[in-house]
């Protein structure tokens, strides 16, 4: 075991005299083992990068940087570019964030100051269990009871409201009022990051010394001002974390998406109409696609593995260690 | 307003009290509303997507659903059983898989690691990992595993979501560990037990209900995993091989396929699919969550 070797330079716990008995050889295997295990952990992240690099150097090649700014997708030439998807990505994860990060942080300030303690565990279980759902049955209720309602009741009457003025008219005109659409994708994304935004900030708020609170309140501030002037100061730039470890998601988020985008492969003016993202194209096309094809959405996956590993590592320097799983 | 934080009390004294007493109590009081609001939305949202799934799900349940195997194009009939046991197995080989490592891992950060550079790494890459995108994990497995050996299987798949399961068990092992007081393990020390002896026969023993917790909610979260087995397990639409070889098939995969398909009986199934999914994730997370605050 190479790991072994490594050992040495690690600090032990402190003096321990070690036997040599039966139990030593134990003692040696298993701090060998979970030192092993623990090297896993980075290798894993290691084998994720190198292997989206290898597996998409083929299109890197063939393409070269015009492989990103591209827009074109088209199989019966073998000529892909990851523009539109990669919009797609950024537009979707914007509007969620626009969209969650309002919802979150009432939720938060809800949880930690406003609702009654008896009411407080049920809320909070509720908001987690919202994690708990997964992503695909986010896409049903988003394709077959959010999209109709959606297409209904905001595209049709929007449409006609914008039709014909000058920016408005492309950026929210549906030409295919279906409900499906980067809009709705992002609406969805916003409802499935806002439990991981809603409780690393709970969590933060809670941490605050309640001195601070009691003496803002005890000069007479209401609890607005308490929370806008020394809650959202002192928790300050980890709700920055906890909003960017919600991109994470959103950047990454597949199936629900893969449902409610429309999955369009040219790039569109208006945000209601149909696009796609990284993640969907890569879950619509991977089973049929060979060659090329194949190694283009590899690409692809490396291109979204290094916006969310960035993504990621600001987040974590920001949050250290709140999130619990 | 001047005041900026609380630790600054020089600026509070600024506030004009009596001017502006009706639009600060606006301002609480729109806050308070807007907090709620969004709250109850959240819940509201919550309950929708649960009684959509009962309401065109419980139409879908029928004895036949945990019977028969999924029905081809244009059959009729037909049910999950395939899909059922293929998520059991593929699930518990995800747990399999990631158990050992996970516990060990998060027991080397908590118990050898500890503050040392090297701990820290590891600890801020696992953190990464735990919000890595499935897909690219789905992705990851297809290059290492289905590429090379020519064909999906269920091994791929069981490897997959284990990949995804590691950091959540690595992160509850290791904090749970820390929980269980220092003197505990010194006792161990006294007695002349080895680290490893101390590890497994008192600091694991304490730490039981946490890291069983920990497990479980890997469970929750790799059971409903869609993105990932496209790449890896595939799908099936019979009873897939006993050696997991060639496509396995699994409810997510089956509720993507069969959701917008054009079969009516498909979609049926899609929607039975769902609910059973979600009632057992939803289930497994709450019955965890119960055991850390019993376990506390």
Known sequence: MTAATDMTSIPSSGPVVVRKTPKATFDLVFRNASFGAALLVLLLLAGIMVSMIIGGWPAFREFGLGFITSSVWDTQNDQYGAWPAIVGTLSTALIALIIGVPLSLGIAVYLTQLAPPWFKKPVATAVELLAAVPSIIYGMWGLFVFAPLFAQYVQIPLSSIVEGMPVLGTVLYSRSPSGLGIFTAGIILAFMIVPFIASITRDMLEQIPSVLRESAYGIGATTWEVVRHVLVPQAGVSIIGAIMLGLGRALGETMAVTFVVGNANRLSSSILDPGSTIASRIANEFNEAMGLQLSSLIALGCILFFVTFVVLVIARFLVSRVERY | ?296
């Open chain 2, 1 to 296: 307003m001047t005041m900026t934080t609380a630790a600054n009390p020089q600026a509070e004294a600024h506030i004009p009290w009596g001017r502006v007493r009706q639009g600060r109590r606006t301002a609480d009081r729109a806050m308070k509303l807007i907090a709620t609001g969004f709250t109850f939305a959240a819940i509201f949202v919550l309950f929708w997507i649960l009684g959509m799934l009962l309401v065109k799900g419980i139409g879908g349940l029928s004895p036949a659903t945990f019977t028969q195997v999924t029905p081809g194009p244009g059959s009729e009939g037909g049910g999950l059983a395939n899909a059922i046991v293929g998520s059991f197995v593929l699930t518990f080989l995800g747990i399999a898989v990631a158990t050992p490592i996970g516990v060990l891992a998060g027991t080397w950060l908590a118990e050898y690691g500890k503050k040392s550079k090297l701990a820290n790494l590891i600890r801020f890459i696992n953190d990464i990992l735990l919000s890595a995108p499935s897909i690219l994990i789905g992705l990851f497995v297809y290059v290492i595993l289905v590429e090379p050996f020519r064909g999906y299987s269920g091994w791929a798949g069981g490897v997959a979501l284990g990949i995804i399961a590691i950091p959540v068990i690595v992160r509850t092992t290791e904090d749970m560990l820390n929980l269980v007081p220092g003197p505990l393990r010194e006792a161990g020390s006294a007695l002349g037990a080895p680290p490893a002896v101390v590890i497994t026969s008192v600091t694991w023993r304490a730490a039981k209900a946490g890291m069983v917790t920990g497990i479980l909610l890997a469970l929750a979260r790799i059971a409903g995993e869609t993105a990932p087995l496209i790449f890896t397990a595939l799908n099936n639409n019979f009873w897939f091989s006993p050696t997991l070889v060639g496509g396995v098939s699994n409810l997510p995969v089956t509720i993507y396929q069969f959701a917008s398909a054009p079969y009516e009986n498909w979609q049926q199934l899609a929607w039975a699919g769902s609910l059973i999914i979600t009632l057992s994730i939803l289930i497994l997370s709450i019955v965890a969550r119960r055991l850390v605050a019993g376990g506390k």
